[in-house]
């Protein structure tokens, strides 16, 4: 048997995309293992959330309303989180592998003394045993790993699982955890919100997603991006090396270390498609690639690929669409 313990966030006020994930994921494990699932929440509106994930399959929710992990820092949610595992004792703790989850789970594990595992999309449980599985060289292949330790901390990579789907008829206790560690332990400490500068859609839940790389050869190539993905109802994005250069904010970044995303449609334009941008690409549905560069590796990724100059392409493609949809031009 072995006790799962999800990790849930929360977004507007409900559960996040993620959190509904990782709930799903945990639910699995803990039928695999008799074990039980719990759940661990933050902030102002834990009880709700709480109650969100006890409709998804918890049967106990830890909530810590302190003012202390109002705000996401680093130190607090290391200490909080751990402190709630400990008081559950959960084998296995589950986080999503957001920025949230990349900055906490090796500081969890080796708070924990346990093992950690990253970017896992699947399990299988053998011989009593539990084997993780996750993608490695580039998405190429699939690796599979048990640990050597009791604990283990695992990190689901975002959008490869489908969301827990609620039943409000499930039932379950709602436990407060008192967390009263003090604002000295703060190394790095919040002293101003600046609000997402990427307007209108999160990447993680756009549909449709235009996404430009070094190949637009200046930051002015996003603007006719943006015109694409006004006319398509989406959002735009970008490659690492266009948030390096700093066309773009770093938040607009697609891939590994940036957002993992799964739209129905992606359109890559002037991004040559390393590896690492493929790898947060993996679950979109249909790509397409604009590049002038006939060899680079995104046409292999891509369902549909055009060899051409994106400033010939990318506005006319708009112009045809929205005559196509009605759109008034000007």
């Given at each position: 048997?072995?006790?799962?313990?999800?990790?849930a966030?929360?977004?507007?006020?409900?559960l996040?995309?993620?959190?509904?994930?990782a709930?799903?994921f945990?639910n699995?494990?803990s039928?695999?293992?008799?074990?039980?699932?719990?759940?661990?929440?933050?902030?102002?509106?834990a009880?709700?959330?709480?109650?969100e994930?006890?409709?998804c399959?918890?049967?106990?929710?830890?909530?810590?309303?302190?003012?202390?992990v109002?705000?996401?820092?680093?130190?607090?949610?290391?200490d909080?989180?751990?402190?709630?595992?400990?008081?559950?004792g959960?084998?296995?703790?589950?986080?999503?592998?957001?920025?949230?989850?990349?900055?906490?789970?090796?500081r969890i594990?080796?708070?924990l003394?346990?093992?950690?595992i990253?970017?896992?999309?699947?399990?299988?449980?053998?011989?009593?045993e539990?084997?993780w599985?996750r993608?490695?060289?580039g998405d190429?292949?699939?690796?599979?790993?048990?640990?050597?330790?009791?604990?283990?901390v695992?990190?689901i990579?975002?959008?490869?699982?489908?969301?827990?789907?609620p039943?409000?008829?499930r039932?379950?206790?709602?436990?407060?955890?008192?967390?009263?560690n003090?604002?000295?332990?703060?190394?790095?400490?919040?002293?101003?919100?600046?609000?997402?500068s990427?307007?209108?859609?999160?990447?993680e839940?756009?549909?449709?997603?235009?996404?430009g790389?070094?190949?637009?050869?200046?930051?002015?190539?996003f603007?006719?991006?943006?015109?694409?993905?006004?006319?398509?109802?989406?959002?735009?994005?970008?490659?690492?090396?266009?948030?390096?250069?700093?066309?773009?904010?770093?938040?607009?970044?697609?891939?590994?270390?940036?957002?993992?995303?799964?739209?129905?449609?992606?359109?890559a334009?002037?991004i040559?498609?390393?590896?690492?941008?493929?790898?947060?690409?993996?679950?979109?549905?249909?790509?397409?690639?604009?590049?002038?560069?006939?060899?680079a590796?995104?046409?292999?990724?891509?369902?549909?690929?055009?060899?051409?100059?994106?400033?010939?392409?990318?506005?006319?493609?708009?112009?045809?669409?929205?005559?196509?949809?009605?759109?008034?031009?000007?």
């Amino acid at each position: 048997m072995a006790n799962v313990l999800i990790f849930a966030d929360q977004q507007g006020g409900s559960l996040s995309s993620y959190a509904r994930e990782a709930l799903a994921f945990g639910n699995l494990i803990s039928v695999a293992t008799n074990g039980e699932l719990g759940s661990v929440l933050f902030g102002p509106g834990a009880e709700t959330g709480a109650k969100e994930t006890i409709a998804c399959g918890a049967s106990k929710a830890y909530t810590i309303g302190s003012p202390l992990v109002e705000d996401y820092q680093v130190e607090h949610y290391l200490d909080a989180i751990c402190a709630a595992f400990i008081q559950s004792g959960s084998d296995i703790l589950i986080l999503p592998f957001d920025r949230k989850g990349k900055d906490l789970i090796g500081r969890i594990a080796t708070r924990l003394s346990a093992s950690a595992i990253t970017e896992v999309v699947d399990f299988k449980a053998e011989n009593g045993e539990l084997i993780w599985v996750r993608p490695i060289y580039g998405d190429k292949a699939y690796g599979e790993y048990k640990s050597n330790r009791k604990k283990i901390v695992v990190g689901i990579r975002v959008k490869s699982q489908e969301q827990a789907v609620p039943d409000e008829n499930r039932s379950g206790e709602i436990i407060p955890v008192i967390y009263t560690n003090q604002n000295d332990i703060v190394v790095a400490k919040l002293v101003e919100k600046i609000e997402n500068s990427l307007a209108g859609i999160r990447l993680e839940d756009a549909r449709i997603i235009v996404s430009g790389g070094r190949g637009l050869g200046g930051p002015e190539g996003f603007e006719v991006l943006k015109d694409l993905a006004n006319v398509l109802g989406g959002t735009v994005g970008a490659s690492r090396a266009a948030c390096d250069a700093g066309w773009v904010p770093s938040n607009f970044q697609v891939g590994q270390t940036g957002a993992v995303v799964a739209p129905d449609l992606y359109i890559a334009i002037g991004i040559s498609g390393a590896s690492q941008h493929l790898s947060g690409i993996t679950n979109a549905k249909t790509v397409v690639a604009i590049n002038n560069d006939s060899e680079a590796p995104i046409f292999k990724r891509a369902n549909l690929g055009v060899v051409a100059d994106y400033k010939t392409v990318v506005p006319a493609l708009s112009e045809e669409l929205k005559k196509k949809l009605g759109i008034k031009v000007g």
